[in-house]
Structure formats: structure tokens, C-alpha cells
């Protein structure tokens, strides 16, 4: 258990839907990142923040946001919803940037989000 | 551009010594991860280099060329349970910290 929880573990939805999933790092962590793993694909960077701003941002489509809140929980939120967006979200977290020359990231245990 | 390489699958026998290469192009280098996933699992740290040379720890090591921009994941005394797939991952210069992952090699061991 790497001490970061996301919700829901599964989510089944249909084309064209808007779906949140949540994030909660690991205690004390200030650093949250957004990845997406297809099949075809990899795994894929969508978009970190740091302490509630944005830090870094990957390819992610125009149709998802994300924003991290003061408790430093994240939500990534995908709208209008297509086929190919079916696949593993894992949230990771990490120390707070700078402290430690290591900086690893744990990833939760994903959600698997399936669109019909 | 930002482009990882490593092979798409190797199999190995249980007990043997396996090496899985990673070769990377990007733009700026600030440490270079592997990260081990069981299917379906999320991916958990195994490994991190930095400066050249090779780093152990118990039955995995791996080793950084920056100048040739290479590294491997050495895993020893393999078992069963160490069927999964590696991911090398690299974290660029002044891009937050964000990691770039390479496909994967699905390494599959044998009794």
C-alpha cells in the first residue's frame, strides 16, 4: 500500500459523459500527478501540480482539467468523453519538490475507467 | 523530442540473472527511474540513478550512462513473482517532476 487512495477503483460510463476522479496523496505529500495508461500507449503524463498550482503539464487533451485543493486532494475531471479515452488513470504523489534529491513518486492503485 | 526505448518482452528462467536495457533521448536529464507493474497494479519503485555507474539494492541494480544515454535493470536469483513489466522512466531538467515512462518490457520467467 503506497499510502495514496484514489476513487472509484472502476467506472463505467457512455460516450459523450463527464466523470471526476479523485485523488489523496500521501501524507505530507505537496506534489500530485495525473497519468493515463492504454494499452496502446503506455503510461503517459497528463499534468502535476504543487500545492495546489499547476507545475507541469503533459499531453493532456483539452477536454480534461484537473485542480488540487487546499487539503491537497486532486480531481481530474474528463468531459465529453470518447471511446478511446478508456483506460488506467493512476494519480501519483511525492515529497514535497526540492527536499530530497530522490523526489519518488507513489502511485495509487489507479482507476479503471471504461467508456461504452 | 523525448523518446525511451527498451525492448517489448524478454523471458528468463527462474534462478537466472536478466538484464533489461532502456535507452533514452531527451531534453535535459535530472535522474532516470525504474518502476516495476504487475498487470492491472500500479507501478512501484524499484530503482533511481542519477550520477554514472551502477546502483545495488538486494536482488535489482541499475546502471546509468549519461554520456550514452543507457541504463539497465539488472534483476538476480529471479522468481516467479518477479513476472512483470519495467518501466524505465526519465525525470527532465526544470520540468517539475515529472516522468516520461518508455512502453515497458514484459518480462515473463520460466520455471
Known amino acids: 500500500d503506497s499510502g495514496v487512495t484514489q476513487t472509484p477503483k472502476h467506472l463505467i460510463t457512455a460516450t459523450g459523459q463527464r466523470v471526476t476522479l479523485r485523488c489523496s496523496p500521501r501524507?505530507?505529500?505537496?506534489?500530485v500527478y495525473w497519468y493515463q495508461q492504454s494499452l496502446d500507449q503506455g503510461l503517459q503524463f497528463l499534468i502535476q501540480?504543487?500545492?495546489?498550482?499547476?507545475?507541469a503539464k503533459g499531453n493532456i487533451l483539452e477536454r480534461f482539467s484537473a485542480q488540487q485543493f487546499p487539503d491537497l486532494h486532486s480531481e481530474l475531471n474528463l468531459s465529453s468523453l470518447e471511446l478511446g479515452d478508456s483506460a488506467l488513470y493512476f494519480c501519483?504523489?511525492?515529497?514535497?519538490?526540492?527536499?530530497?534529491?530522490?523526489?519518488?513518486?507513489?502511485f495509487g492503485p489507479g482507476t479503471r475507467l471504461t467508456v461504452l | 523530442g523525448q523518446n525511451i526505448d527498451q525492448p517489448t518482452e524478454m523471458t528468463a528462467t527462474e534462478g537466472a540473472i536478466v538484464q533489461i536495457n532502456c535507452t533514452y533521448q531527451?531534453?535535459?536529464?535530472?535522474?532516470l527511474f525504474w518502476y516495476q507493474q504487475h498487470a492491472g497494479e500500479a507501478p512501484t519503485f524499484l530503482s533511481y540513478?542519477?550520477?554514472?555507474g551502477l546502483e545495488e539494492k538486494g536482488r535489482f541494480s541499475s546502471f546509468l550512462s549519461r554520456s550514452k544515454g543507457y541504463s539497465y535493470l539488472l534483476l538476480k536469483e529471479l522468481q516467479m513473482k518477479d513476472s512483470a513489466s519495467y518501466l524505465c522512466?526519465?525525470?527532465?531538467?526544470?520540468?517539475?517532476?515529472?516522468?516520461?515512462f518508455g512502453q515497458g518490457t514484459e518480462l515473463s520467467v520460466k520455471p
Open positions: 531527451t531534453s535535459g536529464f535530472n535522474g
Open positions: 501524507s505530507g505529500d505537496l506534489s
Open positions: 501519483a504523489s511525492s515529497v514535497p519538490s526540492g527536499v530530497a534529491r530522490l523526489d519518488e513518486q507513489f
Open positions: 522512466a526519465v525525470r527532465g531538467q526544470n520540468q517539475g517532476g515529472k516522468l516520461i
Open positions: 501540480y504543487y500545492n495546489g498550482e499547476e507545475r
Open positions: 540513478n542519477v550520477l554514472d
